[in-house]
């Protein structure tokens, strides 16, 4: 594994922290109090901050330690939270994002923004009214109290904190020892242990002891006491501690950075003053000591059979009812302050397990087991199983057409087949399926943008955030839906001056929402804005010549005109949304994945965009049709009805085109047949059965075919992978009998069809 | 297709009609039987269609038509040979196939400077074998024509 591999697991983690941390701050200003959902948000920080400096990304680092910085406050409730301070946090969030992208990608951000949100963050972190424990730029506010601020390391689980609290007393007498040195130098104590992870990790204890030298004058005393006898000597395991004192012009933060990257590996903690007690007592630190530590939480262990607990003698850590135990009872005294991991094997596993355990109790919500795995090993366990559905009924079919003589045994085994193959099929569509949660996510981020320049203010509301869909679905579907969301703030939603006018709350709320439908995945966007101007749509149409001036339409009918190619409203719209791309892109891209997209709206009480996706671009539901000898697969999402011509309806339009009435309007007929070159001459419509399928200008066309033979599920085959693109044709698909079936692409066809009338009609209008 | 002096080649030969071609071993997946082909509309004339090869959507291309021969009447005795380039795989329908060649490259003869009917480009070579005459196919040539023509 190289160092770009590395660094790309790192930014797919960065992706991962990125979605919890934004989360876990809508959360927290939905009213989320609990502690763990700030930590879970400390941690996301943390651990991009981690990452960036192993990785040497500088600018990443310094704004996430700001940001980590702030949220640390917050963490300890130093910092009360605030809707503006939310605001900036979420802001904040998305530089972050940015500034990880940009790291990822290249390219760099807009400086002033991040600098803005830096004073802001470092504005919040030390304008409170408690004495915090402020970045480096403020030394001088360094005080005690800070040491009474709950280790970073905490919530890593198994974190025996063992201070005197000899510390406080000093504290609360005088500020003494802190300013110990005079001139400004305060005197610090370090306590550190690292644990066999540190080493493992390849990290260096020396090395952080010459980094600590750095920030200033130290006395240093490693304690070797807890060495065990040669024989009981784990090669890997951790057994030194150390005592520093450490005499500096910095405050405590700059002692604390020096372990950053290893905080999580060692047992750590920093106390303000000198404990000079500590130093002076040569090896029986443990009798000194007023409180019993507690090396680690025994509460951890509860599940554990008949645990004989020596809380009354404190140096005894853990007595296990092993005999291994015998060991270190020996020199218990030496052990106490800073021993847990320099226990033996037998205890060690023990706190390598209760650590465990801690980390999957802290893990939030009990989120389930998951491993990485390569999409195209995803896709290839998809292709197999799309071969074994298509074997599975060639066998089926080759069975009942052999007549194997009835025999119930071979019937049987086929329909068990039938089932496993089903079975199999859907359990290996669901490892691609994906919850559109980070898609919905994304949105917020978009939201914040748009709500900013616009200067309104919305809510971004998602429910169904877990309804889950193919990711090739989610990969395509973030583009219209960040379209129409803009396109829902910039056009939907009043400012808040006006909705307060309209009697309306000045928030503007717009709902996402995502579930499933018979099969489908439906997501509506909601906004409880002004609705479609219909006046202003249709006069538009109109303008553009989509539309007749005398037209009647039905509301329904204005406000799809939306979604017409022709209608684009794009010089009249603001930067957000008029980016020359129109709701017709979105609806194409939408059709694309083999969707659909409508709206309704209501004056004055908002809209409501509703699309309904394939949950999958692997199979695809499908009408199985005959033309011209051939079978052909048309999707079931382009049919809107199929009939049967009578010869009443069927009426000749010049040369070539033919209409067919339907319910007093006339539809263009096409003979897909011909279209496709399969027969030279134009069917008799009579003789086949007519779809009605809507096409992408919203139009209806109907297709005539042969005969319909029945819907089935079909496997999608791509044509392009051994030859080319088919024009009329979006891909094939293997039937029962093993033949190929091409999959006719519905849109393609009417586009061909409109270039032939157009033709037609030219010749129509030279000859009259 | 480079080779140098000394090189082997191993060649799969196969009819059509009473007249001999070949292709390199390395490019042939397989070798199998004809089924009928769904046609593919808006193609040149040559491309059959596309039959299932276990699942892989196979374009097949008639040989003969596409060397400026008679069209091919497949029957169940016709064969169809899966050659494989780059990513793509692609079916050729011959009449049958006829031998397995192993020939030093230096055998293989530059192609006459008169065939205007079979397309030049497709051949690559001549080989003679025991009074024989065997075509050398261009792979590539053949390809690179399907997008091309069929856009």
């Known amino acids: 594994m190289d160092m770009n591999e590395i660094k790309e697991i790192f930014f797919q983690e960065c992706e991962e922290q990125l979605a919890e941390l934004e989360s876990g701050l809508l959360r927290i200003n939905d009213g989320d109090s609990d502690p763990e959902t700030v930590n879970a948000v400390f941690r996301a920080v943390h651990s991009i901050k981690g990452g960036a400096g192993a990785f040497g990304l500088d600018e990443l680092v310094a704004f996430a330690h700001v940001f980590e910085t702030t949220l640390d406050c917050v963490r300890s409730n130093k910092l009360q939270t605030s809707s503006d301070l939310l605001k900036v946090m979420l802001k904040s969030a998305d530089v972050l994002a940015d500034l990880t992208a940009a790291s990822r990608d290249g390219g760099s951000i807009d400086k002033s923004r991040t600098s803005v949100l830096v004073k802001e963050l470092e504005a919040f972190a030390k304008g409170t009214p408690l004495p915090v424990a402020a970045p480096a730029a403020e030394p001088a506010k360094q005080e005690a109290p800070a040491a009474a601020a709950p280790e970073p390391a905490e919530d890593s689980g198994f974190q025996p904190v063992p201070f005197s609290f000899d510390d406080f007393g000093d504290e609360d007498d005088a500020a003494s020892p802190v300013e110990a040195g005079g001139g400004g130098r305060s005197v610090f104590t370090v306590r550190f242990k690292p644990r066999s992870d540190l080493y493992a990790k390849g990290n260096e204890a020396v090395l952080l002891l010459r980094d600590l030298a750095k920030v200033g004058d130290l006395q240093v005393r490693c304690e070797t006491d807890t060495l065990p006898p040669i024989d009981q000597l784990d090669p890997e395991g951790a057994y030194f501690s150390w005592l520093i004192r450490v005499e500096t012009d910095k405050d405590e933060d700059a002692i604390r950075h020096v372990f950053e990257f290893a905080e999580w590996d060692c047992m750590f903690e920093v106390t303000p003053g000198a404990d000079e007690e500590a130093f002076a007592a040569q090896t029986v630190l443990g009798e000194d000591q007023p409180m019993a530590p507690v090396p680690f939480d025994l509460s951890m262990l509860d599940d554990e059979p008949a645990m004989p607990v020596a809380a009354a003698e404190p140096a005894v850590v853990v007595s296990m009812p092993a005999p291994a135990v015998a060991e270190p009872a020996a020199n218990p005294a030496e052990d106490a302050p800073l021993a847990p991991p320099s226990l033996p094997r037998a205890e060690k596993a023990i706190a390598a397990e209760a650590e465990k355990k801690d980390a999957t109790v802290a893990a939030v919500p009990a989120a389930p087991q998951t491993i990485r795995v390569d999409l195209d090993r995803v896709d290839r366990l998809i292709n197999l199983v799309g071969e074994l559905v298509i074997n599975q009924a060639m066998l089926a079919q080759s069975v009942v057409e052999n007549e194997t003589g009835g025999s119930s045994a071979i019937n049987l085994g086929l329909e068990e087949l039938q089932q496993l193959t089903r079975e199999i099929q859907d359990s290996v569509m669901a490892i691609r399926a994906q919850p559109v949660k980070p898609v919905f996510q994304r949105m917020g981020r978009i939201v914040r943008e748009i709500a900013d320049m616009t200067g309104k203010n919305v809510r971004l509301v998602t429910e169904g955030e877990n309804t889950e869909v193919d990711k090739t679905v989610i990969d395509k579907l973030a583009e219209p839906l960040t379209h129409m969301i803009r396109n829902a703030v910039d056009h939907g939603l009043e400012t808040p001056e006006k909705r307060l006018a309209l009697g309306k709350n000045a928030e503007g709320v717009l709902r996402l929402t995502a579930k499933h439908r018979s099969g489908r995945i439906v997501i509506e966007i909601a906004d409880d804005g002004a609705g479609i101007n219909r006046e202003r749509v249709r006069s538009k149409a109109i303008e553009n010549g989509l539309i007749a001036p005398d037209s009647n339409l039905s509301d329904e009918e204005i406000d799809n005109l939306i979604f017409h190619p022709g209608f684009s409203t794009a010089e009249k719209l603001s930067d957000i949304s008029g980016r020359g791309v129109g709701m017709d892109v979105v609806k194409r891209s939408i059709q694309q994945l083999g969707g659909r997209i409508s709206i309704t709206s209501k004056p004055g009480k908002g809209s409501v965009f509703t699309m309904s996706l394939p949950l999958t671009l692997a199979v695809l539901d499908g009408m199985v049709v005959t033309v011209a000898n051939q079978t052909l697969v048309v999707p079931l999402t382009a049919i809107v009805e199929t009939l049967q011509p009578e010869k009443k309806d069927i009426h000749a339009f010049g040369p070539t085109q033919r209409l067919i009435a339907i319910r007093d309007t006339f539809c263009p007929l096409i003979d897909v047949g011909h279209i496709l070159n399969f027969r030279p001459d134009l069917a008799n419509p009579i003789d086949g059965v007519a779809l009605l399928v809507e096409s992408e200008g919203g139009g209806q066309r109907a297709l005539m075919v042969d005969a319909i033979q029945g819907q089935r599920q079909v496997v999608i085959k791509s044509l392009e992978a051994n030859y080319t693109n088919v024009p009329g044709i979006a891909a094939a698909t293997i039937l029962g009998d093993g033949r190929v079936a091409l999959i006719l692409d519905v849109d393609a066809v009417v586009t061909a069809s409109r270039g032939h009338a157009l033709s037609s009609e030219m010749t129509l209008s030279a000859t009259g | ?151």
């Open chain 2, 1 to 151: 297709m480079r080779v140098s002096d000394n090189d082997m080649c191993e060649l799969i030969a196969f009819t059509i009609g009473d007249q001999e071609f070949c292709v390199e071993v390395m490019a042939v997946r397989e070798i199998r039987g004809w089924t009928p082909a769904t046609p593919l509309p808006h193609s040149p004339g040559y491309v059959r269609g596309v039959i299932n090869l276990r699942g892989v959507v196979l374009p097949v291309m008639d040989m003969s038509l596409r060397l400026g021969m008679e069209p091919t009447d497949p029957s169940e005795r016709h064969v169809i040979i899966v050659i494989q380039i780059g990513k793509q795989f692609v079916g050729l329908l011959v009449d049958s196939v006829s031998d397995i060649l192993t020939v030093p490259a230096t055998d293989i003869q530059p192609p006459p400077d008169v065939s205007k009917e079979m397309d030049r480009d497709f051949v690559q070579g001549i080989i003679p074998i025991e009074g024989r005459m065997v075509c050398l196919i261009q792979l590539n040539a053949l390809f690179g024509s399907i997008e091309s023509e069929a856009a």
